[in-house]
Antibody, heavy 117, light 111 residues
Framework: QVQLVQSGAEVKKPGASVKVSCKVS????????MHWVRQAPGKGLEWMGG????????IYAQKFQGRVTMTEDTSTDTAYMELSSLRSEDTAVYYC??????????WGQGTLVTVSS | QSALTQPPSASGSPGQSVTISCTGT?????????VSWYQQHPGKAPKLMIY???KRPSGVPDRFSGSKSGNTASLTVSGLQAEDEADYYC???????????FGTGTKVTVL
């Protein structure tokens, strides 16, 4: 059974960056394909990007390209999502989730990122 | 890539059935058999309920079923129970650079 435990809530000012972590247990990160999804308050789910095992690269949704970086530390089985140039519209709960060829099986508990001056 | 279209709400009495639609295009729902459905209770993370249009993960009751016709996928919850009251989101593969396009979400109320 995979468990994903995310880092705690963050408050950031506009223009700053945030880095959210997602610690894996039950499996090693190399056995998984990690993706990130966000959800603004009262809104729907929005895919941000994730690892594509077919070509071994990380793919990003066009909307976030140039502003998001997803990395992994296999020594600690921890995935990271860093979003830069934050604006108020980035206020959301950010989830990590494991991809199993086009469906998301295991989800982290979510990390609330609030962007406010 | 636009979000898939779902009705904002659906409801039914305990024991009844409710069906939620998810409409996309031939570039997503209609083009691939990679439609999945997620249940989300307030303040909780989404939970996978259906994958690859109609397959149920282990542990998901067989009251939940999925189907697809053309550009529209559907989730049916039969024998509604109080714990089924939640938001439901569909998702579809839409190409190698659009791995997940989500629906707008449907709030299911058990009357």
């Amino acid at each position: 059974q995979v468990q994903l435990v995310q880092s705690g809530a963050e408050v950031k000012k506009p223009g700053a960056s945030v880095k959210v972590s997602c610690k894996v247990s039950g499996y090693t990160l190399t056995e998984l394909s990690m993706h990130w999804v966000r959800q603004a308050p009262g809104k729907g789910l929005e895919w941000m990007g994730g690892f594509d095992p077919e070509d071994g690269e990380t793919i990003y949704a066009q909307k976030f390209q140039g502003r998001v970086t997803m990395t992994e530390d296999t020594s600690t089985d921890t995935a990271y999502m860093e979003l830069s140039s934050l604006r108020s519209e980035d206020t959301a709960v950010y989830y990590c989730a494991t991809d199993n060829w086009n469906y998301l099986v295991y989800w982290g508990q979510g990390t609330l990122v609030t962007v406010s001056s | 890539q636009s979000a898939l279209t779902q009705p904002p709400s659906a409801s039914g009495s305990p024991g009844q059935s409710v069906t939620i639609s998810c409409t996309g295009t031939s570039s997503d729902v209609g083009g691939y058999n990679y439609v999945s459905w997620y249940q989300q209770h307030p303040g909780k993370a989404p939970k996978l309920m259906i994958y690859e249009v109609s397959k149920r993960p282990s542990g998901v009751p067989d009251r939940f079923s999925g189907s697809k016709s053309g550009n529209t996928a559907s989730l049916t919850v039969s024998g509604l129970q109080a714990e089924d009251e939640a938001d439901y989101y569909c998702s579809s593969y839409a190409g190698s650079n659009n791995r997940y396009v989500f629906g707008t979400g449907t709030k299911v109320t058990v009357l």
